[in-house]
C-alpha cells in the first residue's frame, strides 16, 4: 500500500472536497434528500467529508431543495446547471465559479457515499500531490474473490511499476493466458485490483476536462475515466487495503446504509 501516515495531515492540506448531487435518480428519485439518520443523504456525506484535512467542503447540487436542505445544517452549497450530462461536468463548472487557483487540489465525492472514510480522501489528495506529473489520481484495493473479478460492474485497474494507471476495464484485467485458457476458476497470478470511484484533481485538468473529446474506448467501457488515458494524462493510484463501505444507488441499498449508521450510533453508546 502507498506509504502515508493517515493521522498527519498530507502535503496536499487545503485540498477541497467537491461533492456533485442531482435529484434525478432513476433507481431512488430524490435520493440526496433521503432521510439517513434523521439528516439528507447530501449532508451525511458532507459531514463526512468535512472529518478529513480538507479546507472546505462544497455541494454542487441540480435543486434549490438540495442547497435548502444543506443550508439548513451549515454546510455550503453551490447551484449549478441543471443539466450536466456527468458529475464532472458539474464540478467543472462549481470550480470555475468558485475561483479556485489551477493548482488547487479538488476530491470529488459522490453525492451516495454517506459512509465514505474520510481518510480516503485524504488519502487520493496526497497520491496526487506526490505524483507531480499527474492531474488526476484514483484510489484501488485487491479483488479477493473470483465472482467479483469476473463480475462486470466490478472495474478493475491495471497500474505500473509507480502506481499509475495503465487501463480501466469492467472485463478481467490483467488476463492470465495459460491459467484462463479453459474458463476463468482463480484469480490471476498478479493481483487484481478493484477500482474505487473516488478521485482528485488538479483543478486546471477538472475544468479542462469536459472540453476534451470523448474517448471510443470510454464509451466502450462506459467508463469516463478513460478520456483521461486515452488523451495521454497520467492517473496516480493509491492502494488500499479494502474497500469501502458502497454507496446507495437503491432502496435496498438505502436500507443497508441506514443499518450501517444505527450500529454505529448503538456501538457509540455502549
Given at each position: 500500500?502507498?506509504?502515508?501516515?493517515?493521522?498527519a495531515a498530507?502535503?496536499?492540506?487545503?485540498?477541497?472536497?467537491?461533492?456533485?448531487?442531482?435529484?434525478?435518480?432513476?433507481?431512488?428519485?430524490?435520493?440526496?434528500?433521503?432521510?439517513?439518520?434523521?439528516?439528507?443523504?447530501?449532508?451525511?456525506?458532507?459531514?463526512?467529508?468535512?472529518k478529513?484535512?480538507?479546507?472546505?467542503?462544497?455541494?454542487?447540487?441540480?435543486?434549490?431543495?438540495?442547497?435548502?436542505a444543506?443550508a439548513?445544517?451549515?454546510?455550503?452549497?453551490?447551484?449549478?446547471?441543471?443539466?450536466?450530462?456527468?458529475?464532472?461536468?458539474?464540478l467543472?463548472?462549481?470550480a470555475?465559479r468558485l475561483?479556485?487557483?489551477s493548482?488547487?487540489i479538488?476530491?470529488?465525492?459522490?453525492?451516495?457515499?454517506?459512509?465514505?472514510?474520510?481518510?480516503l480522501l485524504?488519502?487520493?489528495a496526497?497520491?496526487?500531490?506526490?505524483?507531480?506529473?499527474?492531474?488526476m489520481?484514483t484510489?484501488?484495493?485487491?479483488?479477493?474473490?473470483?465472482?467479483?473479478?469476473?463480475?462486470p460492474?466490478?472495474v478493475?485497474?491495471?497500474?505500473?511499476?509507480?502506481?499509475?494507471?495503465?487501463?480501466?476495464?469492467r472485463?478481467?484485467?490483467p488476463?492470465?493466458?495459460?491459467?484462463?485458457?479453459?474458463?476463468?476458476r482463480?484469480?490471476?497470478?498478479t493481483?487484481?485490483l478493484?477500482?474505487?470511484?473516488?478521485?482528485?484533481?488538479?483543478?486546471?485538468?477538472?475544468?479542462?476536462?469536459?472540453?476534451?473529446?470523448?474517448?471510443?474506448?470510454?464509451?466502450?467501457?462506459?467508463?469516463?475515466?478513460?478520456?483521461a488515458?486515452?488523451?495521454?494524462?497520467t492517473?496516480?493510484?493509491?492502494?488500499?487495503?479494502?474497500?469501502?463501505?458502497?454507496?446507495?444507488?437503491?432502496?435496498?441499498?438505502?436500507?443497508?446504509a441506514r443499518?450501517?449508521?444505527a450500529?454505529?450510533?448503538?456501538?457509540?453508546?455502549?
Open positions: 500500500m502507498n506509504a502515508m501516515d493517515p493521522g498530507p502535503t496536499s492540506a487545503g485540498f477541497i472536497v467537491l461533492i456533485p448531487a442531482r435529484m434525478r435518480s432513476s433507481r431512488l428519485p430524490g435520493k440526496p434528500l433521503a432521510d439517513l439518520a434523521g439528516l439528507p443523504m447530501v449532508v451525511r456525506v458532507a459531514q463526512q467529508a468535512l478529513s484535512h480538507a479546507r472546505r467542503c462544497v455541494v454542487a447540487a441540480d435543486d434549490p431543495a438540495i442547497a435548502e444543506c439548513r445544517h451549515g454546510i455550503e452549497c453551490l447551484l449549478t446547471e441543471p443539466d450536466h450530462p456527468s458529475g464532472t461536468d458539474r467543472a463548472e462549481a470555475q475561483g479556485l487557483a493548482e488547487e479538488v476530491v470529488n465525492v459522490q453525492g451516495d457515499e454517506p459512509l465514505i472514510e474520510p481518510r485524504d488519502a487520493v496526497e497520491c496526487l500531490a506526490r505524483h507531480p506529473s499527474a492531474r489520481a484510489v484501488a484495493c485487491p479483488i479477493d474473490d473470483v465472482e467479483a473479478y469476473t463480475n460492474n466490478v478493475k485497474v491495471v497500474t505500473d511499476r509507480h502506481d499509475r494507471a495503465l487501463y480501466f476495464s472485463a478481467p484485467i488476463w492470465d493466458r495459460d491459467r484462463y485458457s479453459s474458463g476463468v482463480e484469480l490471476p497470478g493481483s487484481a478493484r477500482h474505487i470511484g473516488l478521485y482528485a484533481y488538479r483543478v486546471a485538468f477538472l475544468t479542462a476536462f469536459p472540453k476534451l473529446a470523448v474517448a471510443p474506448i470510454e464509451q466502450v467501457e462506459a467508463l469516463e475515466q478513460l478520456r488515458l486515452w488523451h495521454g494524462e492517473i496516480a493510484v493509491y492502494r488500499t487495503d479494502s474497500a469501502p463501505p458502497a454507496g446507495v444507488d437503491t432502496p435496498e441499498d438505502l436500507e443497508r443499518v450501517h449508521l450500529l454505529e450510533r448503538a456501538a457509540s453508546r455502549l
